[in-house]
């Protein structure tokens, strides 16, 4: 006995446009771009000279007008008028979560930050014949492979990345519940902590359990041991044995519970996004305390690298400089060393107070966002 509830869940299919159509869709993305632009310009316009905050019903009229101007040659009308609206809902969602501290200020977004464009069903995009028809480009063959299921079909997505374009039918499905796999789409950043063994945008943080804390103790014990008994005596040499002995079950112990933590990463989120260990390795260099911490996220990095591709879920790497400095509520840079444990904005407007591990977080799910779309 079930019960089941409705989801979205999101299919993505490869398309084949040919060379005009290609040509086509990519003036689409550029005039949905050029209203993203045009509408955050005017939205901080009247914001600087009036403090009004733009609402999307304001924008969503002026996006009409400027779309029914000259209607004969007006390039505007290359991009179909509820996709336009899409864009600007996408902006005034960006705001909002600005405003409520989640994010950072929306930017104006050059043609490599500006890839997706969104269509209701029916409405300048539809299935037809098993190829996908867009309003101003045509029929686009798609790659099918493999079956869409049963559902209701709420949105279309056409996507340019680096490899070619692709579709992301969004359907509205039912499913049993409990489910093993929550949302194909639910994005988290990690941050590699210094309270914590992991810290995570969503606020949740994994610490290294006891057990392996008391194993260290235990190794650090028989170091001292070693050294201090005389070379080539049979005590040291006993002793050099049980600190071996120790060394590979600590190292079995964390090679398990890596793989309980990966696994479950993999098992919850869809997206994560987490620093280049590499890049953060070398500004660290020096720090001998973390180099022991270090070593244990070389394999975290491993065991994550491997789940995440068999699970097909996507992994994106930042570059980590400034993840800790900067205010994921407003963009400030919060300067703080290592001794803090809390990211306390000074932004008299800000003031998002958050664990400092966790701020990282967001910091590092906000930039891998952004290349995940760009791809
Ligand atoms: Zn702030």
């Known amino acids: ?50 403090r009004h905050s733009v609402t999307y019903n304001e924008q969503a009229a002026m996006w009409r007008d400027w ?3 000259q209607p004969e040659d007006n390039p505007l009308r290359l991009l ?14 960006a705001y909002r979560e600005f405003l409520q501290g989640k994010r950072g200020k929306p930017r104006f977004k050059g043609w490599r930050f500006f890839n997706s464009v969104s269509y209701k ?3 300048g995009a539809a299935l037809r014949d098993g190829k996908l028809y867009v309003q101003n480009v045509g029929l686009l063959p798609v790659k099918w492979h493999r079956a869409l299921p049963e559902g209701t079909l709420k949105n279309v997505i056409i996507l340019r990345k680096a490899s070619g374009w692709y579709v992301l039918l969004q359907l509205e499905v039912e499913t049993e519940v409990p489910t093993t796999e929550p949302s194909e789409a639910l994005p988290v950043g990690i941050d590699v902590g210094i309270r914590h063994a992991l810290a995570l945008s969503d606020g949740t943080v994994i610490d290294s359990p006891k057990y392996l804390k008391q194993s260290l103790k235990r190794v650090r014990v028989l170091q001292r041991r070693v050294a201090r008994r005389r070379k080539g005596s049979k005590r040291r040499e006993q002793a050099i044995q049980q600190l071996a002995k120790a060394q590979e079950h600590v190292a079995n112990q964390r090679r398990d519970w890596w793989h309980k933590v990966t696994h479950w990463l993999v098992a919850t989120y869809g997206l994560i996004v987490l620093e280049d260990l590499h890049l953060a390795f070398m ?3 020096g720090n001998l305390a973390r180099a022991a911490h270090d070593v244990a996220l070389g394999l975290f990095d491993e065991l994550l690298s491997y789940k995440a591709n068999q699970a097909g879920v996507q992994l994106v790497k930042v570059n980590p400089s400034n993840t800790s400095q900067i205010c994921s509520g407003c963009g400030w840079l919060v300067p703080k060393d290592l001794s803090v444990r809390v990211h306390q904005c ?6 998002f107070t958050v664990d400092r591990d966790v701020n990282a977080a967001l910091n590092i799910l906000g930039l891998g966002w952004d290349a995940s779309v760009r791809r």
């Open 1 to 50: 006995m079930n019960d089941h509830i409705v989801g979205i869940r999101t299919y993505k299919y490869r398309l084949y446009p040919d060379e005009q159509q290609q040509a086509a869709l990519d003036d689409i993305l550029d005039v949905a771009r050029w209203l993203y632009n045009r509408a955050l310009d005017y939205r901080r316009k009247r914001w600087n000279e009036s």
């Open 67 to 69: 779309r029914n101007e």
């Open 80 to 93: 179909n008028m509820s996709a336009g609206q899409q864009v600007l809902r996408r902006l005034d969602s």
């Open 121 to 123: 069903p029916g409405d």
């Open 283 to 285: 500004l660290r260099n």
């Open 346 to 351: 000074h932004n008299p407007a800000c003031g």
